[in-house]
């Protein structure tokens, strides 16, 4: 009888989280270029979205660069440790090789494709090492399809996105990167 009443509580409390998270799917990323607005998809990515959601609302991307920008392929951010200009931890060089103080996401491969506008996780070698950083798709990308856990998609602002400072073409890597203004929820 215990076991089935504290059974009962969990999946009431876990519901509770899940709802606060699904009405909780609009992002808006502040550029000096102008503002964009990001659906996030908790449904194909519960962990990611979650993880997004709590770095953006504690203001840990506010300051931080894009620090690899490839012309045609996509803008990559999210180093909350080395790539935030607010921080004394700050250093370019090191910028995408940080993340955040919060253990490391399981990968949550799905069915998004990587297109136009798609908000991805970035990783290393390892599937399951996403933690804080993030990309955003100039053109498609099939090639990383179900080997990259999509979890948003940019629905209005895309010509802020195609603003941003592009880097080295075979690196791209980026001096005097543009900064991500803040990032919170709608």
Do not use: W
């Amino acid at each position: 009888m215990i076991l089935k009443k504290l059974i009962y509580l969990f999946i009431f409390f876990y519901s509770l989280q899940i709802d606060v998270f699904a009405n909780n799917k609009i992002m808006i990323l502040k550029l000096k270029y102008g503002d964009v607005q990001i659906e996030l998809f908790p449904e194909k990515a519960p962990n990611h979205t979650k993880r997004f959601i709590e770095l953006a609302d504690s203001g840990k991307y506010d300051g931080v660069v894009f620090h690899r920008v490839i012309e045609g392929f996509m803008a990559q951010s999210g180093d909350v440790k080395f790539g935030n200009t607010k921080s004394k931890d700050f250093n370019l060089s090191l910028a995408g090789t940080g993340g955040s103080d919060l253990p490391n996401l399981k990968a949550e491969f799905s069915d998004i494709p990587h297109q136009r506008g798609t908000l991805s996780a970035a990783r290393s070698a390892d599937p399951d090492s996403a933690n804080s950083q993030f990309f955003i798709c100039f053109e498609a990308a099939p090639h990383l399809d179900r080997q990259y856990s999509a979890f948003g998609k940019v629905t209005e602002g895309m010509e802020f996105i195609d603003m941003i400072k592009k880097g080295d073409p075979s690196s791209g890597a980026v001096s005097e990167p543009d900064i991500i203004i803040s990032l919170k929820s709608k």
